[in-house]
């Protein structure tokens, strides 16, 4: 049973091909630079790297041709597109509407449009990529899995900020929490190394990254 998992930045696209029987990544890669005239994309094929340059112009022509790739037969990654029985994608925001990841249908877009001030870089490129990946394959279940539903338990007096509260009530500013879907990973593979439920634990996690560190207490 393989799934396909999308990652739609401002003008990139990360994907990796996952073969859940046995947890094994078949595949990924990055297309750069979406929209310009050098777009690149870089291919990981079990190990095996290599580099294809192609013009690109948007993500459904991004998403196509991925799935043209992954149809190539010396790659040896699916014979036929029937092979892939899911698609799930990083949307960055969800705002207070998505508290789990959720199958995705017209409703469900429509509530991440909603979001797009709250992200105006990420959450149009994540909903270009979900509508790109639909049009390509139409009877394929997708799911969002949002950034932002891991922190969603999070108590009003630990995410409304000290500013007038009519910037929450007029445009939702407030903390929301990022990287939940890195959190969740670490505090759940915790859980599993201390073979304690997770709900049972108190969890100081650190995310670290080239520009941000994040601390998420559970």
Sequence with gaps: MKVLVLNCGSSSLKFQLIEMDNEE??????????GGMKTTLKLNIRGEKSEILHIARDYDEAISFVLEVLLIPEYNIISSIDEIVGVGHRIVHGGEAFHSSVLINDEVISEIEKCIALAPLHNPAGVAGIKAARKALPNVPMVAVFDTS?????????YIYQIPYRYYTSYKIRKYGFHGTSHRFVAERVAEIMGKPVEELKII????GQRFFNLCYR
Excluded: D
Excluded at 150 to 157: A, G, L, Y
């Design 150 to 158: 891991f922190h969603q338990t999070m108590p009003q007096k630990a």
């Design 25 to 34: 990544r078949i595949v990924k890669g990055n297309f750069e630079r979406i």
């Design 205 to 208: 996690n650190c995310h670290l």
